[in-house]
């Protein structure tokens, strides 16, 4: 799941970040309204966390821009502005939810949930299976034949990517774009790296082999 931060309180935003990524979110952060809005109109996004009171462009008027361009990713405002006016204000522009500072962040993790679910439409929050592979979002566990496997959050993101889009060829380029932030500049075969790894946790043990290779193409899982 892809998440755009826009906030203007940096060591905030960092800290949003940091616990997003903890929990297997790939995550854009920016901290200025302009830059939010140039993410939002040239990137796709599974939610996007917004601030009101940022320099350049107020959340107001992103959001507002982003909903007149066609924008359709659930937003949720996170501010210190706690008038009902201004939530009002918030919901009415086009908001999904509407979070107010000081905040617990076990909060935000459980209204980012109920976004996704409802905006996702895709069963964000259910249990998914392959054969005999099971994830389960809502506890970020992994098993195969009952056997519990233990996963980074980098190998978590990409098998549930490819569990979601079961039976279908992803490149490359989609996974590492889905599951890594737009300022990555490490390895260009980095989804190779992390495919090996899932094997290894998932394939090897099993006569089954379910993540496949399509050459020339990208990679797949299937029954």
Not at 31 to 43: F, K, P, V
Request: negative net charge; proline residues 2%.
């Amino acid at each position: 799941m892809r998440v755009l931060i826009a906030e203007d309180e940096k060591e905030l935003c960092r800290v949003i970040e940091k616990r997003l990524e903890d929990e297997s979110y790939a995550v854009d952060a920016v901290n200025d309204g302009r830059s939010a809005l140039e993410y939002l109109l040239s990137g796709s996004y599974d939610i996007v966390i917004l601030d009101v009171m940022m320099p350049g462009l107020d959340g107001f008027e992103v959001l507002s821009r982003y909903r007149a361009e066609g924008g359709k990713a659930p937003v949720l405002f996170l501010t210190a502005r706690d008038a009902v006016s201004d939530r009002v204000r918030g919901l009415d522009s086009g908001a999904d939810d509407y979070l107010v500072k000081p905040f617990s962040f076990q909060e935000l993790l459980a209204r980012i949930r109920v976004l996704l679910r409802r905006g996702g439409g895709n069963g964000a929050s259910a249990v998914l299976r392959v054969q005999d592979l099971v994830l389960d979002p809502a506890s970020h566990s992994v098993s195969r034949a009952g056997r519990s496997i233990d996963l980074s959050a980098k190998e978590y993101a990409i098998l549930e990517c490819l569990m979601r889009n079961k039976g279908m060829v992803l490149s490359r380029e989609s996974i590492r774009e889905h599951i890594w932030s737009w300022d990555y500049d490490g390895e260009s075969n980095v989804v190779d790296v992390y495919i090996r790894y899932l094997r290894r946790k998932i394939d090897d043990d099993s006569s089954v082999k379910l993540i496949q290779t399509v050459r020339g193409s990208g990679y797949m899982i299937k029954e």
